[in-house]
């Protein structure tokens, strides 16, 4: 039965960092931290307050957010966001997803706001102190029902409906959500108090992976929502989509391909560790004493495996980084941006999406054939939680579809359909 969140006091955030030369350290002693209990958590199952503390107190929630506004410290671009995204996602792919989720949902005034009605950078109030934001923008699943409507009320709207959510459910300090207007017909974006009496919600702990990330369903029961906060809106009409709002389900689209780049580095990073503590025994033919058999690792089966596998996630991340560098462009670009260039960023990206998808699955079901069951699933390396964690992640998307429309652009020239989701 859905549950009322829990209401926690948020810890303060860290001094700012003016060097961005020290995110890397910091992402690194968090990963570090959350790598340390990765296993326990996992098999836990429980919601993610303790983790969320840990990225609020190094920092790395406000790290989009520019120092100038209250409560910015980060200020950092998107190319060090994604770093962070991928090395959280190494020690803890569920992590890793809550992030990478939050930092798009962060970007939403941006995306959504009409050119003229913000100033460069704003933040909304509520997110600038460094708060977790959960929830999403995309357009439900018409299968999935009426979704969210905002009808207007005297003080803004009121928030009616149910809809489920792939992170932050009840973990989130505000959820960015997208909603039908029954005035207008358009999606807007509204920032809601999860607290609120009227928010009802309950998260989904037995998923195959990606088990901490809060997923779950929300009711909300006309639930206020003030005119400071609707974010932004998009038009019925997708032809009317400007070409930088288009961009938010593109960027949410990389920052998952880094996600799953990053659960595959981590895998086989942790495979290697196991592999290098087993004294490989020679499959066939008498010891050479000066190689395999009296050194760990030295099988040259497994060094072959090992060499496949490891370009695999080069391979990818080679993919990934000219896709990230591409919307790095466009959203420098901003409102400038045009179709032309935006759905060259959507391809690059549909091949990061295409790519990962495949090695992430692929590195992280073999690495439990090169290290064994038993070591895999019931040791301390638990090297399943991984594939779990890519299985779970990689259905979120269709490779197929990605496929088709980098085809489609590459043959006749046609640009890749706009969608509000990064499902299909």
């Known amino acids: 039965m859905p549950t009322k969140p829990v209401v926690r006091t948020a810890a303060p ?29 996992d098999r836990a199952g429980k919601p993610p307050y303790d983790e969320v503390a840990r990225l609020r107190e190094a920092g790395l929630l406000a790290l989009l957010t520019p120092p100038a506004l209250p409560g910015g410290h980060g200020g950092a671009d998107w190319r060090t966001a994604v770093a962070v995204i991928r ?47 959960g929830g999403g923008t995309d357009l439900p699943d018409p299968d999935a029902g009426p979704g969210l409507t905002l009808s207007p009320a005297e003080s803004g709207h009121v928030l009616n409906g149910r809809r489920a959510f792939a992170a932050g459910v009840t973990v989130a300090d505000r959820l ?23 928010v009802l919600a309950g998260t989904d702990n037995d998923r195959l992976g990606q088990r901490l990330t809060a997923a779950g369903s929300a009711d909300f029961d006309n639930v206020p929502v003030g005119a400071d906060d609707i974010l932004g809106a998009m038009p019925r009409d997708e032809h009317a989509v400007s070409a930088f709002t288009a961009l938010a389900p593109v960027a949410l689209r990389l ?9 595959a580095e981590g895998a086989l990073a942790e495979a290697r560790d196991v592999s290098r503590a087993v004294r490989s025994a020679p499959r066939s033919g008498a010891p050479d004493p000066t190689t395999y058999a009296v ?24 993919v990934v980084g000219r896709a990230t560098d591409a919307l790095e462009q466009g959203l420098l670009a901003g409102r400038d941006i045009g179709m032309d260039q935006r759905a060259e960023i959507a391809v690059l990206v549909a091949a990061a999406e295409a790519v990962t998808s495949r090695s992430a699955v692929d590195i992280t079901t073999r690495v439990l054939e090169l290290t064994g069951t038993a070591v895999s699933f019931d040791g301390g390396a638990a090297l399943d939680r991984f594939w779990r964690n890519a299985r779970a992640l990689t259905a979120q998307s269709s490779p197929a579809h990605r496929l088709r429309d980098i085809g489609d652009h590459y043959l006749n020239g046609t640009h890749p359909p706009f969608t509000a989701s990064a499902r299909t």
């Open 176 to 198: 960015v959500v997208g909603a039908t207007s029954t005035h207008t017909g358009e999606l807007l974006i509204a920032l809601v108090n999860p607290a609120h009496p009227g």
């Open 295 to 318: 050194r760990p690792s030295g099988d040259p089966y497994l060094l072959l495996a090992y060499g496949e596998l490891a370009t695999a996630a080069h391979t990818a991340a080679a």
């Open 255 to 263: 920052v998952l391909s880094h996600v799953a780049l990053g659960i």
């Open 87 to 133: 090395e959280i996602a190494a020690a803890d792919g569920s992590i890793g997803e809550l992030i990478a989720r939050h930092y798009v949902l962060s970007w939403s005034s941006r995306f959504f706001g009409a050119p003229d009605d913000r100033p460069t950078g704003h933040v909304p109030p509520a997110v600038a102190p460094g708060w977790l934001l």
């Open 13 to 41: 955030p860290k001094p700012p960092v003016s060097d961005d030369a020290m995110w890397p350290r910091v992402t690194r002693e968090v990963a570090d931290d959350l790598a340390a209990d990765a296993i326990a958590r």
